[in-house]
């Protein structure tokens, strides 16, 4: 029985020239990683995983439709020559099928693709790049260990335009010795460069990451809750009056222009995770037999040479996998919801809240009215609208979304969470 979640593709790409001193990421330097896990024959062993995970689908029945996005982030996927992308690519096709319109994406340090590089992209079926900006203030940008110029960022945007693919650039606020002045350029330089879609996120520091170090040993300063606030609003002002309006807390689209791949994230769509450390999703449905099939997490191998060897020995690389109970779904329901425009859909949540108590009496859950959500609107952290089918959402005011943490744990308390 074919799924009627839309199914999205994520592949990881694990290999950096060089590690940013903020990263946490899964993401190693070396070209080969021993195992069969190396740059040179990466595309081939991430196949395999495809086909592995394809055949464990079917024996689970779960036959999934075409994929609706696919989408190449690491690590830096552009380390890799354009042909192993394409291939993947082509590889995912021959796997699962792609969707008429799919959405394409690979993610790009802007110093490791040229003119070449992207035509080559194109031509290849992709549809969209998402550049790793990040700054453009050469001192944020040596603070956070990118090598990249705003002029390479640039001649990508431009070498993308002239294939007609969709550009993205991310950006990261906060980081230490970045005044607001220079948020402000950064902002908009990336606004003047035209794109239909830009990210903007929090630096959060990781204790165990080379920067996370320097803080604590106090040679760099800890960024500042009341810094990133004032930045995030700053974004926000700039990003509105350009046209790119926001969708979820960190991103901002031209109407249209949105990551349908995020989306899909945020939207609890299914996915199939592929490369170390990868994460996949498959929504609770019916089998190929028609009986209940619960809802499953699974992430692979998280270090390279290891999730090689699985897939030599002919398994699917996960490191592990849980059931998702009723009550963890209405958990994340709750939690991606509150982060969307689109907002978080109240008789949805409702029947998940139905769904977990009938699963399990024990839980204290409760439906919620919109009355008791007042206190909320009154605090100004959300809104109650109504959508095209009168049905309620729940939508996330700008002070909502600087304070979505708190947002979600006042809804957690009403839900008996």
Same mark, same amino acid.
Request: aromatic share 8%.
């Given at each position: 029985?074919?799924?009627?979640?839309?199914?999205?593709?994520?592949?990881?790409?694990?290999? $950096?020239?060089?590690? $940013?001193?903020? $990263?946490?990421?899964?993401?190693?330097?070396?070209?080969? &990683?021993?195992?069969?896990?190396?740059?040179?024959?990466?595309a @081939?062993?991430?196949?395999?995983?495809?086909?592995?995970?394809?055949?464990?689908?079917l024996?689970?029945?779960?036959?999934? !439709?075409p994929?609706?996005?696919?989408?190449?982030?690491?690590?830096?996927?552009?380390?890799?020559?354009?042909?192993?992308?394409?291939?993947?690519?082509?590889?995912?096709?021959?796997?699962?099928?792609?969707?008429?319109?799919?959405?394409?994406?690979?993610?790009?340090?802007?110093?490791?693709?040229?003119?070449?590089?992207?035509?080559?992209?194109?031509?290849?079926?992709?549809?969209?790049?998402?550049?790793?900006?990040?700054?453009?203030? !050469?001192?944020?940008?040596?603070?956070?260990?990118?090598?990249h110029?705003?002029?390479?960022?640039?001649?990508?945007?431009?070498?993308? *335009?002239? $294939?007609?693919?969709?550009?993205?650039?991310?950006?990261?606020?906060?980081?230490?010795?970045?005044?607001? *002045?220079?948020?402000?350029?950064?902002?908009?330089? @990336?606004?003047? +460069?035209?794109?239909?879609?830009?990210?903007?996120?929090?630096?959060?520091?990781?204790?165990?990451?080379k920067?996370?170090?320097?803080?604590? @040993?106090?040679?760099?300063?800890?960024?500042?809750?009341?810094?990133?606030?004032?930045?995030?609003?700053?974004?926000?002002? &700039?990003?509105?009056?350009?046209?790119?309006?926001?969708?979820?807390?960190?991103?901002?689209?031209?109407?249209?222009?949105?990551?349908?791949?995020?989306?899909?994230?945020?939207?609890?769509?299914?996915?199939?995770?592929?490369?170390?450390?990868?994460?996949?999703?498959?929504?609770?449905?019916?089998?190929?037999?028609?009986?209940?099939?619960?809802?499953?997490?699974?992430?692979?191998?998280?270090? !390279?040479?290891?999730?090689?060897?699985?897939?030599?020995?002919?398994?699917?690389?996960?490191?592990?996998?849980?059931?998702?109970?009723?009550?963890?779904? +209405?958990?994340?329901?709750?939690? &991606?919801? +509150?982060?969307?425009?689109?907002?978080?859909?109240?008789?949805?949540?409702?029947?998940?809240?139905?769904s @977990?108590?009938?699963? *399990?009496?024990?839980l !204290? +859950?409760?439906?919620?009215?919109?009355?008791?959500?007042?206190?909320?609107?009154?605090?100004?952290?959300?809104?109650?609208?109504?959508?095209?089918?009168?049905?309620?959402?729940?939508?996330?005011?700008?002070?909502?979304?600087?304070?979505?943490?708190?947002?979600?744990?006042?809804?957690?308390? &009403?839900a008996?969470?």
């Open positions: 029985m074919k799924s009627s979640d839309p199914f999205e593709v994520y592949v990881h790409v694990p290999f $950096c020239m060089r590690r $940013c001193g903020y $990263c946490d990421f899964n993401t190693y330097t070396a070209t080969d &990683l021993g195992g069969g896990a190396s740059r040179g024959n990466y @081939a062993m991430v196949i395999r995983e495809m086909r592995l995970v394809r055949d464990w689908q024996a689970h029945g779960i036959e999934e !439709p994929a609706s996005t696919v989408f190449f982030g690491g690590g830096t996927p552009t380390i890799l020559p354009a042909r192993d992308l394409v291939a993947m690519l082509h590889a995912t096709r021959e796997t699962w099928g792609i969707a008429p319109g799919a959405e394409i994406t690979t993610e790009a340090n802007p110093d490791t693709v040229d003119a070449d590089y992207i035509r080559e992209l194109a031509d290849g079926g992709f549809t969209r790049i998402s550049f790793g900006m990040q700054s453009a203030v !050469p001192h944020v940008l040596r603070t956070l260990d990118r090598t110029t705003p002029a390479n960022v640039e001649a990508g945007v431009r070498a993308a *335009d002239a $294939c007609g693919l969709r550009s993205s650039v991310d950006l990261i606020y906060g980081a230490p010795g970045e005044s607001l *002045d220079d948020w402000r350029a950064s902002v908009r330089t @990336a606004i003047d +460069l035209g794109v239909s879609h830009i990210s903007a996120y929090a630096l959060t520091v990781e204790p165990t990451t920067m996370g170090r320097q803080i604590a @040993a106090g040679t760099l300063p800890k960024p500042d809750d009341d810094d990133e606030a004032a930045k995030y609003e700053i974004a926000d002002d &700039l990003l509105t009056a350009a046209g790119l309006e926001w969708y979820e807390v960190s991103n901002w689209a031209k109407p249209g222009y949105e990551s349908r791949h995020n989306l899909g994230y945020w939207r609890n769509a299914d996915w199939a995770g592929l490369g170390p450390g990868a994460h996949s999703h498959v929504n609770a449905g019916l089998d190929a037999s028609g009986a209940p099939r619960k809802a499953l997490r699974a992430w692979d191998i998280a270090h !390279p040479r290891l999730w090689g060897m699985a897939i030599g020995e002919g398994r699917v690389p996960w490191g592990g996998s849980e059931e998702i109970t009723p009550g963890e779904n +209405l958990e994340e329901l709750i939690m &991606l919801g +509150l982060r969307l425009r689109e907002g978080l859909d109240l008789g949805r949540i409702n029947q998940a809240i139905a @977990a108590r009938e699963s *399990d009496a024990s !204290p +859950l409760q439906p919620i009215d919109v009355a008791q959500l007042q206190p909320m609107v009154d605090d100004g952290l959300i809104a109650v609208e109504a959508d095209s089918d009168n049905r309620r959402r729940i939508v996330p005011t700008r002070k909502g979304r600087l304070l979505n943490d708190a947002v979600i744990e006042r809804f957690f308390d &009403l008996g969470i």
